[in-house]
C-alpha cells in the first residue's frame, strides 16, 4: 500500500551549506535537515491526519478569506515536524488596507500552543487583495532561513504583482 506524495519542499541554504527537505505523503510528515555540506543527515517523522505543513498555511489563508473577510474566526492544526508537534492555530481578520492601490484583507495567524508561541514570539500578519484571485500581497512575520548566525528571525516579505 503507496501513499503518493502530496507535498514536497526543498529550502537550501547556501550561506553555509545546511538543508532543510519536508515531504507529506498522506498523514506523515518528513523533515530532513542537513547542517552542513557533506555532514549527516537528521530525520524526523511524525503523523498527524488534521495538520498541514508550514510552507502551506497562505494557500490555507488564501482558501478562508471569504470567512476572515466576514469576521469569522478560522481555525486549523499546523505540523511542524522540526519540533515534533502540532499545534492549533487560529485566523482572524484584523482590518483592511490598501497597498498600491489594492485593497486588501489583513489577516492575523495567533497559535494557540505556548511552547510554540513563546518561540514564535510573534504572531504572524498576512494581506491578501480583498478581490479574486486573492493574491498574497504582504507577509509579516517568523521568515523560513535563519539569520547567518543560527538565530530565528522575522521580516516583511511583499508582493509586487
Same mark, same amino acid.
Given at each position: 500500500?503507496?501513499?503518493?506524495?502530496? +507535498?514536497?519542499?526543498?529550502?537550501?541554504? $547556501?550561506?553555509?551549506?545546511?538543508?532543510?527537505?519536508?515531504?507529506?505523503?498522506?498523514?506523515? $510528515?518528513?523533515?530532513?535537515?542537513?547542517?552542513?555540506?557533506?555532514?549527516?543527515?537528521?530525520?524526523?517523522?511524525?503523523?498527524?491526519?488534521?495538520?498541514?505543513?508550514?510552507?502551506?498555511?497562505?494557500?490555507?489563508?488564501?482558501?478562508?478569506?471569504?470567512?476572515?473577510?466576514?469576521?469569522?474566526?478560522?481555525?486549523?492544526?499546523?505540523?511542524?515536524? $522540526?519540533?515534533?508537534?502540532?499545534?492549533?492555530?487560529?485566523?482572524?481578520?484584523?482590518?483592511?488596507?490598501?497597498?498600491?492601490?489594492?485593497?486588501?484583507?489583513?489577516?492575523?495567524?495567533?497559535?494557540?500552543?505556548?511552547?510554540?508561541?513563546?518561540?514564535?514570539?510573534?504572531?504572524? +500578519?498576512?494581506?491578501?487583495?480583498?478581490?479574486?484571485?486573492?493574491?498574497?500581497?504582504? +507577509?509579516?512575520?517568523?521568515?523560513?532561513?535563519?539569520?547567518?548566525?543560527?538565530?530565528?528571525?522575522?521580516?516583511?516579505?511583499?508582493?509586487?504583482?
Amino acid at each position: 500500500d503507496e501513499t503518493a506524495l502530496i +507535498y514536497s519542499n526543498t529550502i537550501d541554504d $547556501y550561506r553555509n551549506g545546511e538543508s532543510i527537505r519536508l515531504t507529506a505523503s498522506g498523514s506523515t $510528515y518528513k523533515l530532513k535537515r542537513r547542517e552542513k555540506t557533506g555532514a549527516s543527515t537528521e530525520e524526523k517523522t511524525m503523523t498527524d491526519d488534521n495538520a498541514i505543513v508550514g510552507a502551506l498555511v497562505s494557500e490555507r489563508v488564501a482558501q478562508s478569506l471569504e470567512q476572515i473577510t466576514r469576521g469569522e474566526e478560522v481555525q486549523f492544526v499546523l505540523a511542524i515536524p $522540526y519540533l515534533g508537534i502540532t499545534s492549533a492555530m487560529k485566523l482572524v481578520k484584523t482590518g483592511t488596507e490598501t497597498i498600491n492601490g489594492t485593497n486588501c484583507i489583513v489577516a492575523k495567524l495567533e497559535v494557540s500552543n505556548f511552547f510554540l508561541r513563546t518561540v514564535m514570539g510573534e504572531p504572524s +500578519y498576512f494581506t491578501f487583495e480583498k478581490a479574486k484571485p486573492h493574491r498574497l500581497i504582504r +507577509y509579516a512575520g517568523l521568515l523560513g532561513l535563519p539569520s547567518p548566525e543560527g538565530a530565528q528571525q522575522s521580516g516583511i516579505a511583499q508582493s509586487h504583482y
